[in-house]
């Protein structure tokens, strides 16, 4: 039972963080592994060969969360990014820009 009050006090620590928009980068690490095939960072270099994709890593987190947004709204049109961006919550996108903001920059 006492694991089970410390899981719920950092259960309510994330909440308390998502309303907070400052995103949970340990749940961004695992949400960015299908964008690390294009945003190569850290020891990821397979950057896809056909397109310039932008560094992610080190990027201000609020500036991530606005693109990400502005791709799942179409307000910034990129097909890939568009894909990718449709499905993500609030939360995945807040989670994906804490992740990144604090990746080595690549
Ligand atoms: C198939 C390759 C591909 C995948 C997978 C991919 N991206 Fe991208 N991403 C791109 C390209 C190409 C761009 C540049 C698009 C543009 O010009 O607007 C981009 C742009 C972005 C930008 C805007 C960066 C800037 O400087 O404005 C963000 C943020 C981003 N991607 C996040 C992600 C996240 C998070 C994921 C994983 C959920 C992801 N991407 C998966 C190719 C990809």
Known sequence: MRGLSV???ALAGALTTAANAAG???RGATLADTCMGCHGIADYNNVYPTYRV???GGQNAAYL???LKAYRSGD???PTMRAQANLMTDQDIADLAAF???APKR
């Open 54 to 56: 932008p560094k992610l």
């Open 65 to 67: 969360a606005a693109s």
């Open 24 to 26: 949970d980068p340990e």
């Open 7 to 9: 899981l719920a006090l």
């Open 100 to 102: 990144f903001s604090q």
């Open 76 to 78: 910034r049109q990129h």
